[in-house]
């Protein structure tokens, strides 16, 4: 059973970039698998903010598609999520997701257990 | 963009069903997924591709989708089903989330 892992800084300052990795085990990142990232702003909804294959095939949500890089490194098992010029409105927990496949059939199971990121000076 | 609606909150009395709707423009023409998520908790996947079950989740869990809206029911409700649940579909190459029904079972 795949099993995710974020780890990243927790704080972030205001017009700062947001990086945040995601550990694959349990599985390979080579797999048929798309790898996602979804983020959810305390007391609200989940956004999703991209996701990547293993080729290095992306989709972003349009919504943060000019700040947002979802990267892949196949040699750690591993990918990244970068978020530019973050403000505070970008306070969340990030989630890292996996999907069998993209399009009308994706669905995210399973996810990481989120971790807290704070835009704050 | 493409918006999906779902009422902010649902009550259901413990046995009971509870019905959770989402709606979108022709939603029934695209594939519905569900996700349960308790306080602090990361968001579980509950039903797939409008009706299926992963492996682990109750029976008493299940989803139809048609026309403009796909609904999740849940059969005989019980006090650990008390949580927010998400619908989610996919169009123009997007995730969707719906904005989140909080069920309350008193």
């Known amino acids: 059973q795949v099993q995710l892992q974020e780890s990243g800084p927790g704080l972030v300052k205001p017009s700062g970039t947001l990086s945040l990795t995601c550990a694959v085990s349990g599985g390979s990142i080579s797999s048929s698998n798309w790898w996602s990232w979804v983020r959810q702003p305390p007391g609200k909804g989940l956004e999703w903010i991209g996701e990547?294959?293993?080729?290095?095939?992306?989709n972003y949500n349009p919504s943060l598609k000019s700040r947002v890089t979802i990267s892949v490194d196949k040699s750690k098992n591993q990918f990244s999520l970068k978020l530019s010029s973050v403000t505070a409105a970008d306070t969340a927990v990030y989630y890292c997701a996996t999907s069998t496949s993209s399009g009308h059939q994706a669905r995210f199971d399973p996810w990481g257990q989120g971790t807290l990121v704070t835009v704050s000076s | 963009s493409y918006e999906l609606t779902q009422p902010p909150s649902v009550s259901v009395s413990p046995g009971q069903t509870a019905s959770i709707t989402c709606s979108g423009g022709?939603?029934?023409?695209?594939?519905a997924c569900w996700y349960q998520q308790k306080p602090g908790q990361s968001p579980v996947l509950v039903i797939y591709q409008d009706s299926e079950r992963p492996s682990g989740i109750p029976e008493r869990f299940s989803g139809s989708n048609s026309g403009n809206t796909a609904t999740l029911t849940i059969s005989g409700t019980q006090a650990m089903d008390e949580a927010d649940y998400y619908c989610q579909a996919w169009d123009s190459s997007t995730v969707v989330f719906g904005g989140g029904t909080r069920l309350t079972v008193l």
């Open positions: 022709k939603l029934g023409d695209k594939y």
């Open positions: 990547i294959y293993h080729s290095g095939s992306t």
